[in-house]
Nanobody, 115 residues
Framework: QVQLVESGGGLVQAGGSLRLSCAASGSKFSINAMGWYRQGPGNEREWVAGISSGGSIEYADSVKGRFTISRDNARNMVYLQMNSLKPEDTAVYYC?????????WGQGTQVTVSS
């Protein structure tokens, strides 16, 4: 059973930082790409950052220079370091692992950035 569990969300003032973690289990995630998405109030879920099995990284323009995605294959975890947070970053953040024929998502962790 594939399971992803996010943690690290919370309430932070604009300009602050948070580090999100996603713990994965149930598959050999070291061979898979992993990513972070978010869904703000009234918005659709959007892609934030991704990291391939080979370590290639891409970011959405909205978070470039502020967020950093990383992975620790030994611990089956992926992280999202978020700096210089803005109120626009307020959302539920989800980690994702795409597998053949299926996408796996965590339950999400709430990030709220106050102005």
């Amino acid at each position: 059973q594939v399971q992803l569990v996010e943690s690290g969300g919370g309430l932070v003032q604009a300009g602050g930082s948070l580090r999100l973690s996603c713990a994965a289990s149930g598959s050999k995630f070291s061979i898979n790409a992993m990513g972070w998405y978010r869904q703000g109030p009234g918005n659709e879920r959007e892609w934030v950052a991704g990291i391939s099995s080979g370590g290639s990284i891409e970011y959405a323009d909205s978070v470039k220079g502020r967020f950093t995605i990383s992975r620790d294959n030994a611990r089956n975890m992926v992280y999202l370091q978020m700096n210089s947070l803005k109120p626009e970053d307020t959302a539920v953040y989800y980690c994702r692992v795409p597998l053949p024929g299926a996408d796996y998502w965590g339950q999400g962790t709430q990030v709220t950035v106050s102005s």
